[in-house]
């Protein structure tokens, strides 16, 4: 048997669970599966590794790539960008399982700080370079389209070569574009802003907000759906668990209903009662981000030994 057919063989059955294989999503999708107890070992240069306690093999491919291999059925779930879900075009032959809180950026179109364009219609019938050419286009034809430069009923194509906006793609270094004098405009990801102000550019629109996404195949194998379903509330439980503290405090009985509405838990918050009869205590899920002000907030109502306890893990 050649490598090829061993490894094949060794994938039979199993589902088929797709990773980037490098770049800004990678570590946090390693820490994803290592809170959902999924595990396994990646050799060195091989892009598959069986996973030891499920019927599970990782995959690691380009997270651009990744959305066309779900939607084609070769893969049955995969993490990958709401921005290259979006690029790959599949429409529903992808299912969007559930954001995962990290990898957030926009799409946003940008020009020159200091030059002539100032909003995206100032780019119409002009030059765009971007590595998302499929968003972009649609973007652009949509506008092309309202200002009158190319037909209602006519293929965004035609428009191009005078007067439809040109869209055209390149793999890497976009910001560079326009200080290259390639493009009057580009499209690209932005997250702190420090690439597009590096290269002397300035947002004038967003395309799309994006995050990490876990992705399930609509062509998925029925046999793969028990454990696509395991999977999946194993990351659902890691993601709730770093979005949500635990707020436990006391609270005199006669001030309840007012420090319940400010935590009411997910389902209810949970009141215990305390020996002294006047007092109760609280327990509830509050969303992390907010924990400061949901304190501030406790202590001006008149709760008193306010605990916040981080989770590792939950099913909610
Ligand atoms: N600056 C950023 N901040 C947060 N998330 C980002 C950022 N840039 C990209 N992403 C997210 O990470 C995904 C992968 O981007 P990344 O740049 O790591 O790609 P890659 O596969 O390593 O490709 P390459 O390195 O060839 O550009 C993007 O699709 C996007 O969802
Ligand atoms: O707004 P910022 O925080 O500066 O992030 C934006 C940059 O991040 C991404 O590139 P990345 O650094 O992943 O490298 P790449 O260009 O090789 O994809 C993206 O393509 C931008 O260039």
């Not at 057919?5 to 800004?24: H, N």
């Not at 559930?98 to 926009?106: D, H, S, T, V, Y």
């Not at 020159?112 to 219609?121: H, L, M, Q, R, Y």
């Not at 304190?295 to 909610?316: E, P, Y």
């Amino acid at each position: 048997m050649t490598g090829k057919d061993m490894l094949s063989e060794s994938l039979k059955g199993r589902c088929l669970f797709a990773i980037p294989k490098k770049g800004r999503l990678y570590e946090k999708c390693l820490e994803l599966l290592a809170g959902a107890d999924i595990q396994f070992t990646r050799s060195h240069r091989l892009d598959v590794a069986l996973v030891r306690n499920h019927n599970v093999a990782l995959i690691f491919l380009p997270a651009a790539d990744i959305p066309r291999f779900v939607g084609e059925g070769n893969v049955d779930l995969a993490i990958t960008g709401q921005d290259m879900v979006a690029e790959a075009d599949m429409g529903s032959l992808v299912d969007e399982v559930l954001p995962l809180g990290f990898g957030k950026c926009k799409l946003q179109v940008q020009a020159p700080e200091d030059g002539p364009i100032k909003t995206v219609e100032d780019l119409v019938g002009r030059k765009v370079v971007t590595s998302f050419e499929i968003v972009a286009g649609k973007y652009f034809a949509k506008l092309d389209v309202q200002h009158g430069r190319v037909g209602k009923d006519e293929p965004p194509s035609q428009g191009r070569g005078g007067k439809g906006t040109e869209i055209e793609y390149i793999g890497g270094s976009v910001e560079a574009a326009c200080a290259l004098g390639l493009a009057d405009g580009i499209v690209d990801l932005v997250e702190s802003g420090d690439t597009m102000r590096a290269a002397g550019l300035r947002a004038i629109a967003t395309i799309l907000q994006s995050e990490a996404v876990l992705i399930k195949s609509t062509r998925a194998a029925p046999e793969n759906q028990s454990v696509i379903d395991l999977i999946t509330q194993r990351i659902a439980g890691v993601i709730a668990a770093n979005r949500y503290v635990l707020c436990n405090y006391n609270m005199p009985r006669a001030k309840l209903a007012h420090a319940t509405s400010i935590t009411p838990g997910r389902r209810a918050a949970t009141i215990t009662p305390l020996d002294d009869p006047e007092w109760c205590a609280v327990s509830a899920m509050v969303v992390k981000s907010t924990i400061a002000e949901t304190m501030d907030r406790l202590q001006a109502a008149g709760a008193s030994d306010i605990l916040v306890i981080g989770l590792t893990n939950c099913r909610v």
